[in-house]
Structure formats: structure tokens, C-alpha cells
């Protein structure tokens, strides 16, 4: 039984030196944090992503549930099976934050 599914938050690093260039850090892939939100399905994650990110190819657009790396905030968003780890980043919308008291609504 799924717990469902959250976004994972990567940022893609384009900077090549540096304390924070990939060849510093070993990569250019740096993981962000999960999203505080949940759905119940992969499509439901997908959906959510492509209402808030009109000007991005669907998030599963390749068939492989990641998004492309947005031009402008460097960052790119991979569907994951819900594995309750603790999540730092903020929906795209306020409004679909966890309640006061860490109460999660279904995304879609």
C-alpha cells in the first residue's frame, strides 16, 4: 500500500567553479528538500506541477515523472513514492500548505 507520492526539489547548479560549482561539489544535480504537499497518485503530482509551471513542458513529458530544469529558478521536480521523509520546500501555492496542525490535503 502507497503512502502517496511527493515533489522532490533539485536544484541544477550552473555554475562550474567556485565553493559552490559542480566540480566543488561532485555534480551538477543538488538535492533541494520535498515539497509540503502529497497526492494520491503520480498523475495527481503531475497535474499540480503543470498548472503552476505554464511556461514548462509537462513534468512528464520524457515518461519518466521528472521535470526539465526551469530556466529561470534552476530547479527541477521529481515524483517520489511518499517515504515520510521531513519536508522543507513550500507548495507553489500558500494555499496548499499542510494545516497548523501537519495535517496534509490531497493535491491534484
Known sequence: MSNGYV??????????????????LGGKFKHVGYMKAKFKTKIDAVSYYDRHNPHMRSLNAQETYQSDWDPETKLLY????DKRIIDTINPFSEED????NGTYKWLK
Open 78 to 81: 521529481i515524483v517520489r513514492e
Open 7 to 24: 515533489l522532490e526539489v533539485i536544484e541544477f547548479i550552473t555554475e562550474k567553479e567556485g565553493d559552490n560549482g559542480w566540480l566543488n
Open 97 to 100: 500548505l499542510p494545516s497548523d
